[in-house]
């Protein structure tokens, strides 16, 4: 609605790039970016599993596969955009959780820490299984 | 009551994934996408990872793995499409190609999954 | 101290502005001068025309809050000799309309603010001869850090969602209806999770974080508003599983 007496405010509309414009706006939207590279990595295992399932031979054409420079590089991308989204997702758990233990609030680094820990836990297990432990 | 949205449901896919992917992805993909390719560890006989794929347990947690880091993936990125580049106004076509995408990825591991059996 | 710092200042008249145009004025700046000082400075010697809001300069009021160097903050809290040499810039909050000079329009934060129903609802009042509702500290400990907020809108002017989407109700407001939801001798979450979490209310946001950064009251909005997301999806779930059960 617009009147004669109406205040003419300025609006600033936001730029494109507003997550140019602080360092924690980068930080926030490279960590959404990270979307990405899990869904590649998502494909990228299950194309392992159906090789698995397809013999030996599909095996060994996988793993040649993989071992091409362009593939490495892209899973090292995204390998550290995956432990990237790890690191703040497991920091920022204890904002979501809050945990009472007899009646207390348990402070949040312990619940940052525990999740840490699972996380060792499960990346044990998961090389165990893999490594054939 | 208010009117039913779909998005608590979505929220939920996406922090089940979130914990999900951040859980198991790292380690799958250092051994898969690096450590193996380059050498620094020989990888296992297909022998020994057919037998640990088939094992029903691993085929469950690896169908929710690729399932919920999908979910996780489309939520993240449709609201970075949002966000980033503003084009909110494409909402229904965005949200058709993220979590479209999801599904579709899903049913196709779980069909992975299911036939190597 | 006879040094001075140069301090930027936003302008912007409504009467022939149509951009925001920078002013820039020397001020002393004494250890104890905060950027508030410096502008009241300004105003008092150098020059009259200059628009800005505040009121009890300690940090309660939550009206004098700026953009400073491209942050946002309380600029009765902020001193002007942390910025030495200089300059500094001094700008209108951002995501609000500008009024004139530094002062912004409220209106769309306050009706958020009051969209959540930030009182205190009850199914039944207890009769008055039943005496008061009484709380223990672990009671009060559950909502306090929630009801520290001044609505000093910085945490709306540090968030991108809610310059993003005109819908996005907002940290605050967010802070404020757990403020409500946590305490023991209210009975209005139902409500509150109507208002919130039918459209855009809490969904859109993404967990910049930022909002919890600059809130100088450490209300923790973001923590708030994950709480909330968690409480409110775990509800349409039981809902969504349970149908009959639901109100
Ligand atoms: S939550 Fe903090 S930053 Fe936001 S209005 Fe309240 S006091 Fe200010
Ligand atoms: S003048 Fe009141 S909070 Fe700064």
Redesign the interface.
Known sequence: MYTNYHPRWHRKPMSTYWWLERRSYLAFILREVSSVFIAWLVVFLMLLVRAVGRGDASYQQFLDWSARPLLVVLNIVSLSFVVFHAITWFNLAPKAMVVYVRQRPVPGHLIAASNYLAWAVASGLVAWLVLGG | ?????I???L??LF?AG??A??????????????A???GW?S????????A??LHPL?RLV?FF??ML??F??????R??L?????I?HLNEVVNLLCYG?AVV?SV??AY??W??G | MNDRITMQVARYLPEGDAELSYQEYEVPYPREWVVLDGLNYIKDRLDGSLSYRWSCRMGICGSCGMTVNGEPKLTCATFLADYAPGPVRIEPLQNFPVIRDLVVDTGDFMRKLTSVKPWLIREEEKPLSEGEHLQTPAELDQYKQYSMCINCMLCCAACPVYGLDSEFVGPAAIALAQRYNLDGRDQGSKLRLDVLSDHEGIWGCTFVGECSKVCPENVDPAGAIQRYKLTAAMDSLKSFLMPWRGS
Do not use: C, N
Request: charged residues 10%; hydrophobic residues 50%; proline residues 7%.
């Open positions: 009551m208010a009117k039913r949205t998005e608590p449901l929220w939920l922090s979130g914990v992917s951040a859980m198991l992805i790292p380690a799958l993909a250092l051994l898969f996408g690096v193996f390719p380059l560890l990888p296992p006989s297909h022998e020994h990872l057919l640990v794929v691993t690896l793995l690729f880091s999908m996780h993936s489309a939520h993240r990125f609201f970075t949002y966000d980033g580049l503003q909110k995408g990825g196709l591991g992975l999954l036939q190597i």
